[in-house]
Structure formats: structure tokens, C-alpha cells
């Protein structure tokens, strides 16, 4: 069955330092791969995604993420962080196939010290 | 403008009532998701619609019931047999399904008292 795994549930980085969330997935077709962030109390907001091509994709807020076939990865980073950046952020694989749905991984929590 | 409306924000609800959530959109969107977001669990999907008068279950289903009548609206009823119905829950649409993203609405916030 798909799945999506983010390794770390919380992540604490202080402000200006680089940042990369993990993501693996697993899943038998071509993936379609998103990241989407999270502020408390509120939906979700779209930051990139991946559907075919190029393998490092640019987002909002200067973030950006890399599709890794190999290690069935898609990482996301962003090069130094700043404090409105804390928040929860959810990597997610779209179904091409069968169902036909999205499938999240459970969420890495992002602290960001000042 | 477009998106995606939930309602109520907060709502509370004895044990052993029935209550709907509402989520609508003007998105023309085909595809529509009800999830539910409980602390450290991330998002778990408990029905999904990729047509109008079509819906499937989720991994959750349980406990739960949806409707989907009209394009742009999808409700979902946590009925008296879902055992822990607190918990924030998130509606969101997608052109198509699985292979497109997904707009969310604000949420909506379910206590049980």
C-alpha cells in the first residue's frame, strides 16, 4: 500500500540557519509529490509540488524540494529560515492509479529560536 | 473570489448527537476529501468523492457519513457511533483526483462535551 513517512515529528532550528524536512515515500507508479505548511488553527497552504521533470522544484516563501527516484525521497529545504516559517509542515503523494487520492505523512513540527 | 468555505469554525456537540459539517467550494472542482487531524497523527483521510453522486471510504470511514449531491458540496456527518469525535477536521477539493493539489478550507474545530 502507498505510504508516506516523515522521519521527524519535530524539528527545532533557530532563525537564519538552514532547514531540510524529510520525506519518503513508497509507491509503485510515478509519483505526483506535494509539501504543504500548516499555521496553527488553520487549513493547509500549498508550498511546491512535483509532477514530472526538472527534479528540484522552487515553491513559495523560498522554499524548495528535491525528487529523488533512488531513494524514493523528496525533501524539503530552505536555505536559512526565519521566524514566521514555524509552523507544521505535511508532505503528501497524489494517486495515479487505483483510488485515486491523496495520502499524507503524519507532519514534522518546525520551532524555529531566536 | 474562489476557495473552499467550512462551517462552522468551532462546533460542540453532546455525546450521542448527530452533526454535520459543511464544506463548500467554487472551484469547479470534480474531486473533494474530508480529513481528520488529531495532534502527532498528521492528516487521516476518512471519505473521498471524485465525482458528483460518488464517494468512497477512506482509512477511517468509520463513525461517519457524506453525501455528495452537488458538485461544489460535500458534507459530513460524524454520527453517535464514532467513539472520539474531537478533533479538528479539514475539507479540501482538487480538479482532479490524486493527481493535481488540493485546496483546503479553514477547518473546522468538533468538541464533544
Known amino acids: 500500500a502507498q505510504s508516506v513517512t516523515q522521519p521527524d515529528i519535530h524539528i527545532t532550528v533557530s532563525e537564519g540557519a538552514s532547514l531540510e524536512l524529510r520525506c519518503n515515500y513508497s509507491?509503485?507508479?510515478?509519483?505526483?509529490l506535494f509539501w504543504y505548511v500548516q499555521s496553527p488553527g488553520q487549513g493547509l497552504q500549498l508550498l511546491l509540488k512535483?509532477?514530472?521533470?526538472?527534479?528540484l522544484v522552487q515553491g513559495i516563501k523560498g522554499f524548495e524540494a528535491e525528487f529523488k527516484r533512488s531513494q524514493s525521497s523528496f525533501n524539503l529545504r530552505k536555505p536559512s529560515v526565519h521566524w514566521s516559517d514555524a509552523a507544521e509542515y505535511f508532505c503528501a503523494v497524489g494517486e495515479t492509479q487505483g483510488a485515486q487520492k491523496l495520502v499524507f505523512g503524519q507532519g514534522t513540527r518546525l520551532t524555529i529560536n531566536p | 473570489d474562489g476557495g473552499i468555505t467550512q462551517s462552522p469554525k468551532y462546533l460542540f456537540r453532546k455525546e450521542g448527537q448527530n452533526v454535520t459539517l459543511s464544506c463548500e467550494q467554487n472551484?469547479?472542482?470534480?474531486?473533494m476529501y474530508w480529513y481528520r487531524q488529531d495532534p502527532g497523527q498528521g492528516l487521516r483521510l476518512i471519505y473521498y468523492s471524485q465525482i458528483v453522486n460518488d464517494f468512497q471510504k477512506g482509512d477511517i470511514a468509520e463513525g461517519y457519513s457524506v453525501s455528495r449531491e452537488k458538485k461544489e458540496s460535500f458534507p459530513l456527518t460524524v454520527t453517535s457511533a464514532q467513539k472520539n469525535p474531537t478533533a479538528f477536521y479539514l475539507c479540501a477539493s482538487s480538479i482532479f483526483p490524486g493527481n493535481t493539489e488540493a485546496f483546503f478550507g479553514q477547518g473546522t474545530r468538533l468538541t464533544v462535551v
Open positions: 472551484l469547479n472542482h470534480d474531486a
Open positions: 509507491y509503485g507508479a510515478t509519483p505526483y
Open positions: 512535483y509532477f514530472s521533470g526538472d527534479t
